[in-house]
């Protein structure tokens, strides 16, 4: 069994769920954060699943920054197509006139790094995203503060 990734910052405990899912996610109210983990293969329709999740979960507010770790990410779905109109529909998500959220993708392995690089190209300009890519966990943090 992997072990899960582990985060630790100034008592701030994150670890992701090392179950049967590719996704999982946590929210941080206090911190405005939600923590999201991925193991495996990335897939666009588990990913679509799990962003309606966080929408129907009662801590989630557009403004939350998110903490994206991809370093146990083996492989991802390269379906450009799907992947942008994905991401159309997850701008929703981030209404205008709220503060704009990082979405702060932590990759330490090129295909991690391909895989959040996708994403962020699909990020349209004005949707009012901050993506970031860092291969660091120090940097990743220091991004969110």
Same mark, same amino acid.
């Given at each position: ?7 630790? +910052? ?15 996610? +946590? ?15 990335? /897939? ?26 991809? /370093? ?9 197509? +799907? ?20 979405l702060v993708y932590y990759a330490?392995?090129?295909?991690g790094q391909d895989a959040a690089?996708?994403?962020? +190209? ?15 966990e120090a940097d990743a943090l220091?991004?969110?503060?």
């Amino acid at each position: 069994m992997k072990s899960p990734h582990i985060i630790v +910052r100034a008592g701030f405990f994150m670890q992701a769920d090392p179950g049967p899912m590719p996704l999982t996610f +946590r929210i941080y109210p206090s911190r405005n954060l939600v923590f999201v983990a991925y193991d495996g293969i990335m /897939s666009i329709e588990e990913t679509r699943r799990g962003l309606a999740d966080y929408q129907a979960h009662p801590d989630f507010h557009p403004s939350q920054n998110h903490l994206l770790d991809l /370093s146990l990410v083996t492989g991802w779905e390269r379906d450009f197509p +799907r992947i942008m109109a994905m991401q159309a529909e997850a701008v929703d998500m981030f209404p205008p006139g709220t503060k704009p959220p990082y979405l702060v993708y932590y990759a330490p392995t090129t295909i991690g790094q391909d895989a959040a690089m996708a994403c962020i +190209r699909s990020w349209d300009e004005g949707s009012g995203i901050v993506p970031r890519l860092t291969t660091r966990e120090a940097d990743a943090l220091h991004i969110l503060g």
